[in-house]
């Protein structure tokens, strides 16, 4: 793309080429801090500590999801070098599709994901801090859990602090709509018979409280791995627009309430625009 010329400019200094690369770059780093993360949260998985049941399908469904957006937006700017047989891209852009479905569906998912939003958003525990696991050590745990269930009397640690400690622009703006839809559980909570729609819960609720779960042990994850302001600051920036468009899509629901819809449309916003880091 470097090298083609259209109207005069290099394909590489179109704006909206631009964009697709940051978003590119910025979706993958998440990915890879929320990987991490979850991975820590599985070796020091016990008994007394199951939070790895919740982070390992938002593992299966949003990362997955998120290979596909990525290579959608390298797509767009490659074009039609990416359908040529002998580049590398050509069988990931075929076998990327897979691996949502080989994971057990995102719907699967986010029904087990589901289990945890009253446990997510009250009723905390007080667990020790979970340094970065990459010892050498046999995760004995793994090979013997037990029994799965009871997944909604496990207890997670406080979200909410990791997200103050950043006085960010889109952290703060992201923080502000996580506020929102907890609002919206309390305030305007889904009724019986919403909570049995399962287009209202799966790609409505469930949507928007994975991609908050998500971004928690992404920002967790990132002092771990020094993870410079301007970098967590512009992944924030897609993470607002997702929120924002998976609002628009609970708003638009035939079970939507008035109430709800209100809040939904507070929920959409715009991330905060700042032309010299997102240069940089």
Known sequence: AAHRRLYNMYVTDFQHV??????AYTRLVAMKLFGLRTADYMRIASKKDRRYLLYAPVM???TTTQGEEVINLLWDVIAAKGFEKDMYFESAARDIRALPKLEGTVHVNIALILKFMLSFFMNHKNYEVVPRQD???NDDFLF???PARGLERVRLHDWKPVFE???????????EQIELFNLLGTTATPSAEQQNDMDFMLSGIGEIFSLIVYSHL???NAPIYNIDDDTLDQIFDFLIRDFSKYALN???KSGTT???MELCLKMIKKPNVDEERFKR
């Open 144 to 146: 013997d859990q037990g």
């Open 250 to 252: 609970l708003y638009h």
């Open 165 to 175: 400690k950043y006085n960010l622009p889109n952290v703060k703006i992201f923080l």
């Open 60 to 62: 299966k469904m949003k």
């Open 135 to 137: 010892q050498i050590a």
């Open 18 to 23: 631009k964009q697709s690369f940051v978003d």
């Open 258 to 260: 008035p109430e709800q």
């Open 218 to 220: 992404i920002i967790e």
